[in-house]
């Protein structure tokens, strides 16, 4: 093996259970493991990464790593940690969704590698759809009690839920359709380890129940931490939803952003979890970073190494670029190269004022543009003053009185941005 999984795994902080005798069976030779990914929506998010980190980790220590797209299982709805049943999908959503989720996965998983530990890619829907109501419960269900899975903390804590309006016969099968999967894939694929979120530890240990029971054989289980933040706010939230690691629900721009603001106590967590940088490096960079916190360079490493991970280098550099465009360090040239979709992302709150298309293409004067046809400035005297003092500036290039706004100021053929010193900025669109 190229390193030591476990131990790897444990100095990051990924590791919140682990099954006796793991690290010993993983060193012995190459071996396979899974994660389970919910397929209910065409993109992971961020609170899905510590799992991909795992496969990941798995992969560069020289094993195989398998992701399971839950297409059975996320039928179902899964009671762990949740309050309510979860939607239920149709099979050609979720078979469209499985297809959006390789390409994203293929970003940090080798699929197509020629050794052995090439990445895999299976749907428990494929083995799950031929099986019978009654040859589960005769072949799967004898084998486990209703008070061992009732002993589950998921279970009892969904019953114990004064919320709770109690549980669907469904959800609380789920634990043995997903023990199933494991006993599956230990047949199949001589799977012999099964990760997730510390909250999956009952549905993982009915697996190794199933394997020991049905399979004649043993399997491990390993769990990392829920991810949760230093402040109390949900991970991977912001008032906009889900930090999506799709570029088209969120912008690689905002992507950037939420690893940028990550707090001192967070960075030092995420950066051992959420990048492949060594040890030593990471040592390096705390160290550094506590004698000048005011810099954030740990936060500033953490987001180019996820953003360039996730994205491109491409996409991190117009990231940067587009953060600097808030604080005063950039070029008329800086603005023309922001697509529309960071633009906004960017300048989204900023004032902003409707101009007709006709008004630019004749020339729009800089007092109508600061106060007479938008009210950014309250009076025509004020925007006045503000040009004698030098004030003021079109798209970052300061301007007088006599300056007209003309299409050639358009940036993406609709905005014009206007600035009153450093703190004040205003947006025309052109409509």
């Known amino acids: 093996m190229n390193k030591n999984f476990v131990e790897e795994l444990t100095w990051r902080g990924m590791i919140h259970d682990v099954m006796p005798g793991t690290e010993e069976h993983l060193m012995e030779g190459l071996r396979s493991a899974y994660v389970g990914i919910d397929p209910t929506a065409d993109s992971l998010h961020i609170g899905h990464l510590v799992g991909v980190m795992m496969l990941k980790h798995f992969q560069e220590a020289g094993h195989r790593p398998v992701a399971l797209v839950g297409g059975a299982?996320?039928?179902?709805?899964?009671?762990?940690?949740?309050?309510?049943?979860?939607?239920?999908?149709?099979?050609?959503?979720?078979?469209?969704?499985?297809?959006?989720?390789?390409?994203?996965?293929?970003?940090?998983?080798?699929?197509?590698?020629?050794?052995?530990?090439?990445?895999?890619?299976?749907?428990?829907y494929d083995w799950m759809k031929e099986f019978s109501f009654l040859d589960f419960i005769r072949d799967v269900g004898k084998h486990i009690t209703v008070n061992y899975m009732m002993s589950k903390d998921s279970v009892k804590k969904r019953l114990s839920s004064d919320a709770s309006e109690g549980m669907s016969f469904t959800e609380f099968t789920y634990q043995l359709v997903q023990g199933y999967d494991f006993l599956h894939l230990y047949r199949e694929l001589d799977c012999t380890l099964q990760m997730?979120?510390?909250?999956?530890?009952?549905?993982?240990?009915?697996?190794?129940?199933?394997?020991?029971?049905?399979?004649?054989?043993?399997?491990?289980?390993?769990?990392?931490?829920?991810?949760?933040?230093?402040?109390?706010?949900?991970?991977?939230?912001?008032?906009?939803?889900?930090?999506?690691?799709?570029?088209?629900?969120?912008?690689?721009?905002?992507?950037?952003?939420?690893?940028?603001?990550?707090?001192?106590?967070?960075?030092?967590?995420?950066?051992?979890?959420?990048?492949?940088?060594?040890?030593?490096?990471?040592?390096?960079?705390?160290?550094?970073?506590?004698?000048?916190?005011?810099?954030?360079?740990?936060?500033?490493?953490?987001?180019?190494?996820?953003?360039?991970m996730v994205h491109s280098r491409e996409d991190y550099d117009n990231a940067v670029k587009a953060s600097e465009v808030l604080f005063g360090k950039s070029t008329a040239q800086d603005l023309k190269d922001l697509n529309?979709?960071?633009?906004?992302?960017?300048?989204?709150?900023?004032?902003?004022?409707?101009?007709?298309?006709?008004?630019?293409?004749?020339?729009?004067?800089?007092?109508?543009?600061?106060?007479?046809?938008?009210?950014?400035?309250?009076?025509?005297?004020?925007?006045?003053?503000?040009?004698?003092?030098?004030?003021?500036?079109?798209n970052k290039e300061k301007v007088s009185e006599d300056y007209m706004i003309t299409k050639k100021d358009l940036l993406n053929n609709k905005y014009v941005i206007i600035n009153k010193g450093k703190r004040n900025t205003y947006i025309l669109r052109v409509e």
């Not at 999908?89 to 699929?111: G, P, R, V, W, Y």
């Not at 769990?223 to 706010?233: Q, R, V």
């Open 73 to 124: 299982t996320g039928m179902i709805g899964d009671p762990s940690g949740k309050s309510n049943e979860r939607n239920l999908l149709d099979e050609a959503t979720l078979l469209q969704n499985q297809h959006a989720l390789k390409k994203q996965l293929s970003k940090f998983l080798d699929f197509e590698s020629d050794g052995e530990n090439a990445a895999l890619m299976v749907n428990n």
């Open 196 to 308: 997730g979120g510390s909250d999956q530890w009952g549905n993982i240990t009915t697996g190794t129940e199933l394997i020991r029971r049905i399979g004649d054989g043993k399997g491990y289980a390993l769990t990392c931490p829920l991810i949760t933040k230093a402040d109390g706010t949900k991970f991977g939230k912001t008032e906009s939803g889900n930090i999506w690691l799709d570029p088209e629900r969120t912008s690689p721009y905002k992507f950037y952003q939420y690893w940028l603001n990550t707090s001192d106590e967070d960075a030092e967590r995420f950066i051992k979890i959420f990048t492949f940088l060594p040890k030593n490096v990471i040592e390096d960079l705390v160290s550094t970073h506590k004698e000048a916190p005011h810099l954030r360079q740990l936060q500033r490493k953490l987001a180019e190494e996820i953003t360039v």
């Open 340 to 394: 529309e979709n960071t633009f906004l992302d960017v300048f989204e709150g900023v004032p902003q004022a409707k101009i007709d298309r006709e008004d630019v293409e004749n020339g729009l004067d800089m007092i109508a543009a600061l106060s007479a046809k938008t009210e950014f400035l309250n009076s025509n005297g004020e925007a006045r003053r503000a040009l004698k003092e030098n004030s003021i500036s079109v």
